[in-house]
């Protein structure tokens, strides 16, 4: 799509907007270091800025480089990322660090970039704009949410040709200088003006060429996802105490909460009861159950019943691999999901 002068109109005006109004005090804004911006791009995928700051600042003071995080665990890095969500971006940041050790630094383009574990386009874009200047298009969710209204572009962005439409558009957006600015007022326009549910079209800089406006149907852009309801499961999760010690379980490096420590799962509670001895050789004196606690994922939704199983750890050892029994403090702060925080928190209260 070639670059017009209504195109070249819109970019100028963020660029101008940007300036004042936009936001300019971030943690990992005024740096040209490439571990830091993509550090937060990474931690940004999802999730809102208020949640990621105080994230990103304790991963900063742990992991201040990509050399100090590519020689840290996988389970110090889940650690510090537990509670963020989306974990497989913690595996794939601390996989992609030690790509770029091993490389002998960061690459600077988005080409290169995008070979990284866990960069897509529009993240290795981000990157390469802010550390190195590139010239590059971004097309996260709330670009193609500010894109699809300003120029009235229907369907659903999830579909190939709706998406290829959206790229050509964000590339002939372009300006020629000022990149970094203009990328930046890209993303604070669709966090902060051109919201999802309720868009604050008075305050936004370039709404009066905003076709979707024109047309009193703000509301319709960008078209959704067709809608299926979301499978439900239910389990059974023992918190297995003995001695101010709580057993957890590590799971599977991938799929939900891969590498992360956890309760045991059972189908029941009589199923859980029944197993506990043979799997990890304790007997289970007494037991409670409590109150359901749902958690919600992309695809599905979970209903964890909790049960406190007060036990009598044998001599043998356990059947199940990946055990640990760790103190009630210790474990609340280890590598674990955020409901299993939540659970032991509860237990230690």
Not at 21 to 46: A, F, V
Not at 59 to 84: C, H, I, M, Q
Not at 176 to 185: N, P
Not at 225 to 236: A, E
Request: overall charge positive.
């Amino acid at each position: 799509m070639k670059r017009t002068k209504a195109n070249a109109d819109f970019s100028s005006c963020l660029i101008g907007w940007q300036t004042h109004h936009g936001r300019n005090d971030l943690p990992w804004q005024n740096t040209r270091d490439p571990y830091r911006i993509w550090l937060s791009e990474i931690m940004l995928q999802q999730t809102q800025v208020a949640t990621v700051i105080p994230y990103y600042q304790r991963f900063l003071k742990r992991f201040p480089d990509v050399k100090t995080l590519a020689s840290a665990t996988l389970d110090e890095v889940l650690a510090l990322w537990s509670g963020l969500g989306y974990y497989s971006r913690a595996r794939n940041l601390h996989a992609a660090a030690r790509r770029v050790e091993e490389r002998g630094g960061f690459p600077d383009t988005r080409e290169e970039l995008e070979a990284l574990n866990g960069i897509g386009r529009s993240t290795a874009a981000a990157i390469a704009v802010f550390s190195a200047g590139r010239r590059e298009a971004i097309l996260d969710g709330n670009v193609k949410r500010v894109l699809a209204r300003h120029f009235a572009i229907a369907g659903y962005p999830g579909e190939t040709v709706v998406a290829a439409r959206l790229w050509s558009l964000a590339d002939s957006l372009l300006p020629e200088t000022g990149i970094e600015t203009y990328t930046q007022a890209l993303m604070d326009l669709g966090a902060g003006i051109c919201n999802r549910g309720k868009p604050r079209c008075g305050d936004c800089p370039v709404n009066s060429s905003c076709m979707a406006l024109a047309a009193g149907d703000v509301a319709a852009y960008p078209g959704s996802r067709p809608r299926k309801p979301l499978p439900r499961k239910s389990i059974v999760m023992p918190i297995i105490m003995a001695g101010g010690k709580v057993l957890l379980v590590k799971r599977p490096p991938t799929g939900i909460w891969g590498g992360l420590l956890c309760f045991p799962e059972f189908a029941e509670t009589d199923a859980a009861l029944r197993e506990i001895p043979t799997r990890f050789g304790c007997k289970v004196k007494a037991h409670r159950e409590l109150e359901l606690l749902a958690h919600g994922f992309t695809h599905f939704s979970l209903s964890i019943r909790p049960v406190i199983c007060q036990v009598t750890r044998g001599t043998g050892t356990a059947n199940e691999p990946g055990v640990v029994w760790l103190a009630l403090a210790e474990a609340i702060h280890a590598a674990i999901p955020a409901p299993v925080r939540s659970l032991l928190v509860g237990v230690a209260e």
